[in-house]
């Protein structure tokens, strides 16, 4: 039985004291809740690390949608929420929230359905906080250079190309009407 990301903060205010702002009174639903929260929070690590390996590869295809300048924002906002997290030495809100409701189940270690289990093992590996603050700042140095390299742009409002060309037939059919 591994320790889990959060265990400082048990051992600082208790396990009782994460839970202490999460009102669930079934543990089945408190299960539920844990379960959500952690495909959940696999779902935001799958569009940190693959969102980027996909913005470099889009990149270097020269696909227009690689250069969007919401979607790098949004993955941008991501990483920095990570990596800031990080060097404050803050545990992830979502490991925390998934943590007090797992002991609000009644739930230690992995005692949980096959999907869930896997996921944990995915998503929470034993490693000095050290290796992840180094991990998070280079891998934060490789999206802003990425940004460097291949800035976003914001989406062209004459309405070419970037609507895949709904704009442009709809100015063909004008012309056709003089």
Same mark, same amino acid.
């Given at each position: 039985?591994? !320790?889990?990301? /959060? ?14 702002? *999460? ?13 959500? =929260? =952690? ?8 569009? %940190? ?7 470099? *590869? ?11 300048? &919401?979607?790098? #924002?949004?993955?941008? /906002? ?22 007090? =409701? ?14 869930? !289990?896997? #996921? +944990?093992?995915?998503? +929470? +590996? ?9 991990? +998070? ?6 999206? %802003? ?14 309405? /070419?190309?970037?609507?895949? /060309?709904?704009? &442009?037939?709809?100015?063909? &059919? ?5």
């Amino acid at each position: 039985m591994g !320790t889990w990301p /959060g265990a400082a903060l048990e051992r600082d205010f208790g396990a009782a004291g994460l839970w202490r702002c *999460i009102v669930v009174s079934d543990p089945r639903t408190a299960a539920l809740l844990a379960d959500t =929260l =952690l495909v959940l929070h696999a779902l935001f690590v799958g569009f %940190v690390v693959l969102g980027q390996i996909a913005i470099m *590869i889009g990149l270097l295809a020269r696909w227009r949608w690689a250069r969007d300048l &919401r979607l790098r #924002l949004a993955h941008l /906002g991501c990483v920095l929420f990570v990596v800031i997290q990080t060097w404050l030495g803050a545990t992830c809100p979502l490991t925390t929230w998934e943590h007090a =409701l797992r002991v609000r189940a009644g739930e230690v270690g992995y005692e949980r359905g096959f999907v869930a !289990t896997w #996921l +944990y093992r995915l998503i +929470y +590996y034993d490693a000095a906080p050290a290796v992840f603050t180094a991990i +998070y700042t280079v891998f934060g140095a490789l999206v %802003v250079l990425t940004w460097i390299l291949g800035p976003p742009r914001p989406r062209a409002r004459d309405g /070419g190309d970037d609507r895949g /060309g709904r704009e &442009r037939l709809g100015r063909d &059919r004008n012309r056709g009407d003089r």
